[in-house]
């Protein structure tokens, strides 16, 4: 009885561990053009379904979001330097170096930030 109950207890952490999951990233919506910089006022939250995820253990930041959104995905290192980009907003990027990476989301009228710790 014990060494059946190990062995479910061994195959059990086995196949829970061995799955990497997708961390959500919070991403901050800005109404106005960020080349610009105006930005106009906005009295209620703008709701645009814009996800950014982040996979530990595979080291990939994925952007997602509705095919109707007509929007460009830059990826920057901590020193604002441009890493990849992206002219679709559903993308994915290979980070090869640890540190802190910034996904910017650019629209017409509106951006989005999201800060992404890969350590």
């Known amino acids: 009885m014990k060494k059946l109950f190990l062995i479910i207890t061994v195959t059990f952490t086995t196949v829970f561990s061995s799955f990497a999951e997708d961390e959500k990233v919070p991403v901050t919506i800005h109404k106005g053009d960020n080349t610009t910089g105006k930005i106009t006022p ?3 939250p ?17 952007v997602e ?22 002219s679709t907003i559903n993308a994915e990027f290979q980070l090869t170096m640890p540190g802190e990476y910034t996904v910017l989301i650019q629209s017409e009228y509106w ?9």
């Open 42 to 44: 906005e009295r209620t």
């Open 46 to 62: 703008m709701r645009i379904p814009v996800d950014v995820y982040y996979n530990i253990e595979n080291r990939v930041i994925k």
């Open 65 to 86: 979001g509705s095919e109707t959104i007509d929007a460009e995905v830059y990826l920057y290192n901590k020193y604002e330097e441009l890493v990849d980009y992206s």
């Open 111 to 119: 951006y989005a930030e999201a800060i992404v710790n890969a350590d």
